[in-house]
């Protein structure tokens, strides 16, 4: 392997990363990108590794031996701080973060979200290590736009809905709406990490991914996953999809989202890695300012992208409205728009996104039907009544 060269044209020394979360969504297509095109070592924290399996064996791998997956929990393991000191980084994925649990399991939310990170930024501070921390998109809640009456031309105005690292509030529901549990705390473990570098010198990264999606996010219900639990939209849609059955919009789906391909993301994350000058002491948006759709903008893509790929056509009325209540339970609540200014990434990193939403829904969901149709197939076949 040609020796890699850093933003600023210096060689860059192979390196040992600990990664938390490494058998999660994000994580699995990191460890993916180190293995194919760089030549760091990783040591792989997760209890799960079903979705970085392909990587872990055979041993004949041409990386063998550069990854090693270590199963435990960061609750209650007394080997992380030794693999956090033989590293020279620290990524930490590790997270609950589908919005299904927030207002349901608030104490598992903000203990996975805060309390379980604390050690980490700990072990990290002590042993002057850098620290890369997943955080959210989330933490700029609501924007500042939505309290603005409905015909305001304000609301038009980009100052009042783009969200920027440096001066945009945080701006989350009462506390009843256990939605923000999330949010908060990854707002507080945000603040606890700069507060560090600023008082005890932590060199750190903050990356606060907007909506990243691809293969392997989440499951779908009933086949890798739980059938009553509920995953991030992405999954929800391509499960309806895979069963014909209409995609349900929350709400009317009116919410906004910026989606971004999970490999241009993971571009952005690889500079942040290898260009530490630049990225430390950062709090870097990561998303596609120009993939804004409503959410049922989504579900009518989705569908005419799903019959294309499937070859199957689709339903007559392809999707259907349903209640926050009904759907999530008491105390849900939305952001209503998140688009990311770019300007820090792009001065600090030079990144870019690439891909269009249409072609990575296409590239997704080409994944999906490969991945699940036969396995749904098969699961909706009923047994013959004896
Ligand atoms: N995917 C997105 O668009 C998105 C958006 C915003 C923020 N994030 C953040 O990025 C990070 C990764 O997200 P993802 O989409 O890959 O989610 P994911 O759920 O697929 O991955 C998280 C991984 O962490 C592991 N994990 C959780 N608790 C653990 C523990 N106590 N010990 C060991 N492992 C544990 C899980 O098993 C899982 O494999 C999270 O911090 C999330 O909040 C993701
Ligand atoms: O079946 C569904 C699922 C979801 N939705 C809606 O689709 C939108 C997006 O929902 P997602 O489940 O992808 O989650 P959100 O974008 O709200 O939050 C996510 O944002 C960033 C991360 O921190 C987390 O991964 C998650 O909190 C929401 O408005 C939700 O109400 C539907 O209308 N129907």
């Given at each position: 392997?040609?020796?890699?060269?850093?933003?600023d044209?210096?060689?860059?020394?192979?390196?040992?990363?600990?990664?938390?979360?490494?058998?999660?969504?994000?994580?699995?297509?990191?460890?993916?990108?180190?293995?194919?095109e760089?030549p760091?070592?990783?040591?792989?924290?997760?209890?799960?590794?079903?979705?970085?399996?392909?990587?872990?064996?055979?041993?004949s791998?041409?990386?063998?031996?550069?990854?090693?997956?270590?199963r435990?929990?960061?609750?209650?393991?007394?080997?992380?701080?030794?693999?956090?000191?033989?590293?020279?980084?620290?990524?930490?994925?590790?997270?609950?973060?589908?919005?299904?649990?927030?207002?349901?399991?608030?104490?598992?939310?903000?203990?996975?979200?805060?309390?379980?990170?604390?050690?980490?930024?700990?072990?990290?501070?002590?042993?002057?290590?850098?620290?890369?921390?997943f955080?959210?998109c989330?933490v700029?809640?609501?924007?500042?736009?939505?309290f603005?009456?409905?015909?305001?031309?304000?609301?038009?105005?980009?100052?009042?809905?783009?969200?920027?690292?440096?001066?945009?509030?945080?701006?989350?529901?009462?506390?009843e709406?256990q939605?923000?549990?999330?949010?908060?705390?990854?707002q507080?473990?945000?603040?606890?990490?700069?507060?560090?570098?600023?008082?005890?010198?932590?060199?750190?990264?903050?990356?606060?991914?907007?909506?990243w999606?691809?293969?392997?996010?989440?499951?779908?219900?009933?086949?890798?996953?739980?059938?009553?639990s509920?995953?991030?939209?992405?999954?929800c849609?391509?499960?309806?999809l895979?069963r014909?059955?209409?995609l349900?919009?929350?709400d009317?789906?009116?919410?906004?989202r910026?989606?971004?391909?999970?490999?241009d993301?993971?571009?952005?994350?690889?500079?942040?890695?290898?260009?530490?000058?630049?990225a430390?002491?950062?709090?870097?948006?990561?998303?596609?300012?120009?993939?804004?759709?409503?959410v049922?903008?989504?579900a009518?893509?989705?569908?005419?992208?799903?019959?294309?790929?499937?070859g199957?056509?689709?339903?007559?009325?392809?999707?259907?409205?349903?209640?926050?209540?009904?759907?999530?339970?008491?105390?849900?609540?939305?952001?209503?728009?998140?688009?990311?200014?770019?300007?820090?990434?792009?001065?600090q990193l030079?990144?870019?996104p690439?891909?269009?939403?249409?072609?990575?829904?296409?590239?997704?969901?080409?994944?999906?039907?490969?991945?699940?149709?036969?396995?749904?197939?098969?699961?909706?076949?009923?047994?013959?009544?004896?």
């Amino acid at each position: 392997m040609a020796t890699r060269m850093d933003l600023d044209g210096r060689p860059i020394k192979p390196m040992t990363i600990c990664m938390i979360g490494a058998g999660g969504f994000i994580g699995s297509h990191l460890c993916e990108k180190l293995m194919a095109e760089t030549p760091h070592k990783v040591l792989a924290l997760d209890v799960y590794s079903d979705k970085i399996k392909h990587l872990l064996e055979p041993d004949s791998l041409p990386w063998a031996g550069r990854i090693v997956f270590h199963r435990l929990n960061i609750k209650h393991d007394s080997r992380l701080e030794g693999l956090i000191k033989m590293a020279d980084l620290t990524i930490n994925l590790a997270a609950i973060c589908t919005p299904a649990d927030y207002n349901t399991r608030p104490l598992d939310t903000i203990y996975s979200n805060f309390i379980d990170a604390l050690p980490v930024v700990k072990y990290c501070s002590e042993n002057n290590k850098r620290l890369i921390h997943f955080s959210t998109c989330e933490v700029y809640g609501k924007t500042i736009g939505s309290f603005l009456p409905k015909d305001s031309p304000l609301r038009k105005d980009p100052a009042y809905y783009v969200l920027k690292e440096d001066t945009s509030p945080c701006i989350f529901g009462s506390i009843e709406k256990q939605r923000w549990s999330y949010a908060c705390a990854k707002q507080l473990i945000e603040r606890l990490i700069y507060a560090e570098g600023a008082e005890n010198g932590l060199d750190f990264t903050i990356v606060r991914p907007f909506n990243w999606i691809g293969p392997r996010m989440d499951f779908i219900p009933g086949i890798d996953g739980p059938s009553e639990s509920v995953p991030r939209v992405l999954a929800c849609f391509s499960n309806n999809l895979l069963r014909r059955e209409p995609l349900k919009l929350v709400d009317g789906g009116e919410s906004q989202r910026t989606f971004v391909y999970i490999k241009d993301a993971i571009e952005a994350v690889l500079l942040m890695i290898e260009n530490p000058d630049r990225a430390n002491g950062h709090i870097f948006n990561v998303g596609n300012p120009n993939n804004e759709v409503t959410v049922r903008q989504l579900a009518e893509m989705m569908t005419k992208v799903y019959a294309k790929v499937s070859g199957k056509p689709s339903l007559e009325s392809p999707t259907i409205d349903v209640s926050s209540k009904e759907f999530y339970g008491e105390g849900y609540d939305d952001s209503d728009k998140r688009i990311p200014d770019m300007t820090i990434i792009n001065r600090q990193l030079g990144w870019n996104p690439k891909t269009t939403l249409w072609d990575l829904l296409e590239s997704t969901l080409t994944y999906q039907h490969r991945t699940y149709a036969e396995a749904i197939k098969k699961s909706m076949v009923k047994p013959i009544a004896s």
